[in-house]
Nanobody, 115 residues
């Protein structure tokens, strides 16, 4: 499985960005796709994840501000990020979970929120 992320950039606090991730390759059997992020000096953390046929889960810090969606026809997930805060600054990674719970990662896209 290959994951190609796009959509990061620089935005002012209170602004919005939309991240996209396209999956290709052996995508049959992917059970979940989501976004993680890693800020400088911190561990990678889950932002949002969406399972097949199940409501998505969000980190408490982004709930109500971020929305994850999945387009099965295009094998794509999107992360709409609204009301961005400086603490949302991080490298965002797209993730997919295969049928044997193996993890696949995209290359990461930088989101910078200025105050």
């Amino acid at each position: 499985v290959q994951l190609q992320a796009s959509g990061g950039g620089l935005v002012q606090a209170g602004g919005s960005l939309r991240l996209s991730c396209a999956a290709s390759g052996s995508i049959f059997g992917i059970s979940a796709m989501g976004w993680y992020r890693q800020a400088p000096g911190k561990q990678r953390e889950l932002v949002a994840i969406i399972f097949s046929g199940i409501n998505p889960n969000y980190a408490a810090s982004v709930k109500g501000r971020f929305t994850i969606s999945r387009d099965n026809a295009k094998n794509t997930i999107n992360l709409q990020m609204n009301s961005l805060k400086p603490e949302d600054t991080a490298v965002y990674y797209c993730n997919a979970v295969g049928s044997f719970n193996e993890n696949y990662w995209g290359q990461g896209t930088l989101v910078t929120v200025s105050s």
